[in-house]
């Protein structure tokens, strides 16, 4: 039903809150060079604006564009729009770091990439498809596979693993000493 995992690989530090940070200063940056005037990035507004990076960045994963929009003075608002280009190349720099875990991975299953025949992606970021490109660009034989739910695929993979391990011939509970090997939890 599901193929052979031959090895997985993955880091807590490459999507999300980098890839929002990366939207905070650019938007920022923009702000100041269109109207000359700089925003504070005082608690309330850093929080807001990450907010709305987040949101952007989101909304990029199937848009063609989106903004940033923040409340910053109390009253003032500031809106600046993003392009997908924009954000692809603010985030290649970083998300071109999965191409160490990749080839980490492949080391470690002594395989060669003309070997991988199936790449499943999982997590939040593999929604940037940008994220598919270069597992593409590396990859280009395999069959790239984001249909699984990014949210549940982990937890499901836990759950097979677990069900793997436990050989229940009875109805009786065993116990079973759990490790977290996720360096994200």
């Known amino acids: 039903m599901y193929p052979d995992v031959m090895f997985r690989e993955d880091t807590s530090h490459l999507g999300g809150y980098d890839i929002d940070g990366l939207v905070v200063k650019w938007a920022l940056a923009r702000y100041k060079r269109e109207s000359g005037s700089f925003i504070a990035p005082n608690g309330p507004t850093i929080i807001r604006l990450r907010q709305a990076a987040k949101q952007c960045k989101e ?4 848009k063609m564009s989106a903004e940033v929009t923040v409340e910053y003075n109390g009253s003032k608002t500031v809106t600046t729009s993003v392009t997908r280009d924009d954000f692809e190349g603010l985030a290649r720099p ?3 770091r999965l191409t160490t875990h990749l080839f980490e991975a492949l080391d470690d299953a002594k395989l060669a990439a003309s070997d991988v025949e199936i790449v499943i992606l999982v997590g939040g970021s593999s929604r940037i498809p940008l994220v598919t490109k ?7 034989a ?5 249909s699984v739910n990014a949210d549940e695929a982990v937890a499901l993979g836990a759950a097979e693993h677990l069900k793997n391990l436990v050989a229940v011939t009875s109805n ?3 116990p079973i000493p759990i490790t977290d090997i996720c360096n994200a939890t």
């Open 134 to 140: 270069i597992i593409r660009e590396e990859l280009p």
């Open 142 to 146: 395999a069959m790239i596979m984001n």
């Open 172 to 174: 009786e509970l065993i």
């Open 94 to 96: 970083t998300l071109t």
């Open 59 to 62: 909304a990029l994963s199937t």
